[in-house]
């Protein structure tokens, strides 16, 4: 158990226009869903935390209004790059918390590689 | 100063050997910890959970070390397929680690 679903996993668009990736757990319910985004060889860099129900909260330094954060349901999240550049080209991944485990364990998807041209 | 430092290695280390690498960390309310391995272009998948001193699973042991904040994975008889990235990461704040790499050689 505990899959998550990333799609798509590989994007490539022009500079302008905006990237809707979704995030969907498939056998349980997740509590918190996060989105992180990582450039070559270096770490991991979370950008927001999502709750079903209620606004996304950003990390310093992320836009949001560039990164549109949506969690409609307990089993789905989505991340929109919004008027996409150069400069946002990266590896998104998001990962989600279960419901019913209280270990804080995150599940992750396989990630999303969005190069803009 | 980042909240959670790696030795970036890589650490390379012969079949069958054992290696060590650490993970600090500087947020001492983080509750929980985690190692994830990373294979190249992949999502991190995770290893071991620790959340009071140590845990062990198979050739995989994690040690917490609150006094000294950090905590280490530590990999026996070492595979070939072992061969990645470590991310250590703590609950808390999210912050990962930038990966520890190894390369297990035959």
């Known amino acids: 158990g505990a899959v998550v679903s990333q799609h798509p996993s590989w994007v490539i668009c022009k500079s302008g226009t905006s990237v809707k990736i979704e995030c969907r757990s498939l056998?349980?319910?997740?509590?918190?869903m996060f989105w992180y985004r990582q450039f070559p060889k270096q770490s991991l860099m979370l950008m927001a935390t999502s709750n079903e129900g209620s606004k996304a909260t950003y990390e310093q330094g992320v836009e949001k209004d560039k990164f549109l954060i949506n969690h409609a349901s307990l089993t789905l999240s989505t991340l929109t790059v919004t008027s996409a550049h150069p400069e946002d080209s990266s590896f998104y991944i998001c990962?989600?918390?279960?419901?019913?485990?209280?270990?804080?364990?995150?599940?992750f998807g396989a990630g999303t590689r969005l190069s803009v041209l | 100063r980042k909240e959670v430092e790696q030795d970036p290695g890589p650490f390379n280390v012969p079949e069958g050997a054992t290696v060590a690498f650490n993970c600090t960390y500087s947020?001492?309310?983080?509750?929980?910890f985690f190692w994830y391995r990373q294979d190249c272009r992949k999502e991190p998948k995770l290893l071991m959970s620790?959340?009071?001193s140590g845990n062990e699973d198979g050739r995989f042991t994690a040690q917490l070390n609150r006094a000294s904040q950090y905590i280490s994975l530590l990999i026996r008889d070492s595979k070939l397929s072992d061969s990645a990235t470590y991310l250590c990461?703590?609950?808390?704040?999210?912050?990962f680690g930038a990966g520890t790499q190894v390369v297990v050689t035959p």
């Open positions: 990461v703590g609950w808390g704040k999210l912050q």
């Open positions: 990962s989600a918390s279960r419901l019913a485990e209280a270990k804080n364990i995150q599940y």
């Open positions: 056998d349980f319910q997740a509590t918190t």
């Open positions: 620790v959340y009071s």
């Open positions: 947020n001492s309310a983080s509750q929980s």
